[in-house]
C-alpha cells in the first residue's frame, strides 16, 4: 500500500511503479496506490498510468494494479494529459496478459484529459489479452474516452486486443470541445478485438460522439463481442448502441449490444450502428 504525492515541473512521465518502463519483463506484481498528482502547465501531453506513464517495448503479466488517482494543476493554466489505469501509453510490446485495473479517477478542471482509457490511454504494435479494468472516473474535460483503451494506432504496426473487458462508470462533466466515448475503444485504426466486453455506465452533457463499444473504427476487425451498457447522454451529434463511426474497410462479426440509450438526440441514435459492415 502506497501513497504517492507528485508535483510534476519537469517530469512527462508519471507512473504509480514507473515512469517509463521498456526493454523489461515484469511479472507478478500487486500493488494498491494512492496518487495525487499536481501537473505543471509549462507541459502537455503527460503521460500517466496507474502502473507506468510509458510502457515500451516490453512485456508484462500476472500485475494487479488498485489505485485512486486524483489529478490537479498547478496555477490558473491549462495543462493536458493521457491517462490510462495500467499505462498512459503502451507502444511495441509483444504482449500484456493477465493483468487488471481497479481504478478510481478525478481530473480538476484545468486538466484536459486529451485521451483517457481505463487500461490504457495510448496503444500502437501492442497485444493485450485476459486483462480487464473496473473503474469510476469522473473527468471534468475530456477529448477522446474509451472504457478499456482510448486510442489505439497504426504507426508502428497493428493492434490485438484478446478476451478483455471493462465495467463501472464514466461521467464527463464538461469539454470544451465535446468528447468523443466509446464504452470500450474511443478510436481505433488496424486493430483486431475478438471475444471483448463492456459493462459501463456512461453520463455525459458534453459528449459530441458516443458508441456503446466503439466511437469510431477503421481498417478494424471486431468478433464475438458485445456490450450491455447504459448511455445517458444529451446533445451529442451521434450516439450508437455498438459502433457510432465505422468505414467500410471495418467488420464485425458475432457482435450485438444491449445498451441502454438515453438521449435528447434520438433523431441521431441508432441501436447498433449509423452504417457498418456486420455478419
Do not use: P, W
Not at 160 to 184: H, M, P, R, W
Request: proline residues 0%; contains cysteine; negative net charge.
Amino acid at each position: 500500500n502506497v501513497k504517492v504525492e507528485i508535483e510534476s515541473y519537469k517530469v512527462n512521465e508519471i507512473g504509480g511503479v514507473f515512469g517509463s518502463a521498456s526493454s523489461s519483463n515484469v511479472t507478478d506484481i500487486n500493488c494498491n496506490l494512492y496518487m495525487v498528482i499536481n501537473l505543471e502547465a509549462t507541459l502537455n501531453n503527460h503521460l500517466v498510468g496507474g502502473f507506468a506513464g510509458k510502457f515500451n517495448t516490453a512485456n508484462a503479466s500476472q500485475v494487479n494494479i488498485t489505485t485512486n488517482i486524483e489529478i490537479m494543476a498547478l496555477g490558473n493554466d491549462n495543462s493536458s494529459i493521457n491517462f490510462g489505469g495500467f499505462a498512459g501509453e503502451v507502444s511495441s510490446c509483444e504482449e500484456i496478459n493477465n493483468a487488471s485495473v481497479n481504478m478510481e479517477a478525478t481530473t480538476a478542471e484545468k486538466i484536459i484529459v486529451n485521451n483517457f482509457g481505463g487500461f490504457v490511454a495510448q496503444l500502437d504494435d501492442a497485444n493485450i489479452k485476459n486483462s480487464s479494468a473496473n473503474i469510476s472516473a469522473n473527468l471534468y474535460n475530456a477529448k477522446l474516452v474509451g472504457g478499456f483503451i482510448a486510442n489505439a494506432t497504426n504507426s508502428m504496426g497493428e493492434c490485438y486486443i484478446t478476451n478483455c473487458g471493462v465495467n463501472g462508470s464514466l461521467e464527463i462533466s464538461k469539454s470544451d470541445s465535446q468528447a468523443n466515448i466509446g464504452g470500450f475503444v474511443g478510436q481505433i485504426n488496424t486493430t483486431t478485438i475478438n471475444r471483448c466486453f463492456t459493462l459501463l455506465s456512461i453520463q455525459s452533457n458534453a459528449a459530441k460522439i458516443v458508441g456503446g463499444f466503439a466511437q469510431k473504427a477503421t481498417k478494424s476487425v471486431i468478433t464475438n463481442s458485445y456490450t450491455a451498457s447504459k448511455l445517458d447522454v444529451d446533445n451529442v451529434n451521434s450516439v450508437s448502441g455498438f459502433v457510432a463511426n465505422s468505414d467500410d474497410a471495418s467488420t464485425y462479426e458475432k457482435c450485438f449490444s444491449v445498451s441502454t440509450i438515453l438521449t435528447n438526440s434520438y433523431e441521431n441514435a441508432y441501436g447498433f450502428a449509423n452504417s457498418a459492415n456486420c455478419t
